[in-house]
């Protein structure tokens, strides 16, 4: 028999401290786990940072979806949208991986991707993208795009 308390959402998340990917149960987040190279305290309620290095593994391994937010450091609306997306990481804490990717750091992304302006959000799941949000958007936006469809 399965009861909720089985179920395990693995991912695999950078350390915000040395880089080095972990492999989490999202299931377990209140378990606090820590980096298993430098043993800092993985970050679970915060976005994590994704990089042209990191960006595939991360997205194709996670049992979550992954919203992810294209910006860059001088643009004003993402600056605005920031606290946002932070509130959300933290509401999501388990239930989304909450990441962004700084576009001027990593333009073969923004290549991939097709991004022309910024900031844009992105839904991954199971490695494709299911829906995309251009601009600032408040708190609603982002939990509508969370929603199976
Ligand atoms: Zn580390």
Redesign the pocket.
């Given at each position: 028999m399965t009861t909720d308390n089985e179920r395990r959402l693995p991912a695999v998340l950078p350390?915000?401290?040395?880089?080095?990917l972990?492999r989490v149960d999202l299931a377990r987040v209140d378990a606090r786990p820590?980096?298993?190279?430098?043993?800092?305290a993985?970050v679970l309620d915060a976005p994590i940072v994704l990089t042209e290095a990191n960006f595939d593994t991360v997205v194709a391994q996670s049992a979550v979806p992954v919203m992810v937010d294209f910006y860059a450091d001088w643009c004003g609306p993402c600056r605005m949208m920031a606290p946002v997306f932070a509130d959300f990481a933290k509401r999501q804490r388990g239930r989304v991986l909450v990441a962004k990717v700084d576009t001027d750091a990593n333009p073969a992304l923004s290549t991939r991707f097709g991004i022309r302006s910024i900031p844009t959000l992105n839904v991954m799941r199971d490695g494709k993208e299911v829906a995309r949000q251009v601009g600032a958007v408040p708190m609603a936006v982002l939990e509508q795009m969370i929603v199976e469809r």
């Amino acid at each position: 028999m399965t009861t909720d308390n089985e179920r395990r959402l693995p991912a695999v998340l950078p350390c915000a401290a040395c880089g080095k990917l972990n492999r989490v149960d999202l299931a377990r987040v209140d378990a606090r786990p820590a980096c298993g190279s430098c043993r800092a305290a993985l970050v679970l309620d915060a976005p994590i940072v994704l990089t042209e290095a990191n960006f595939d593994t991360v997205v194709a391994q996670s049992a979550v979806p992954v919203m992810v937010d294209f910006y860059a450091d001088w643009c004003g609306p993402c600056r605005m949208m920031a606290p946002v997306f932070a509130d959300f990481a933290k509401r999501q804490r388990g239930r989304v991986l909450v990441a962004k990717v700084d576009t001027d750091a990593n333009p073969a992304l923004s290549t991939r991707f097709g991004i022309r302006s910024i900031p844009t959000l992105n839904v991954m799941r199971d490695g494709k993208e299911v829906a995309r949000q251009v601009g600032a958007v408040p708190m609603a936006v982002l939990e509508q795009m969370i929603v199976e469809r």
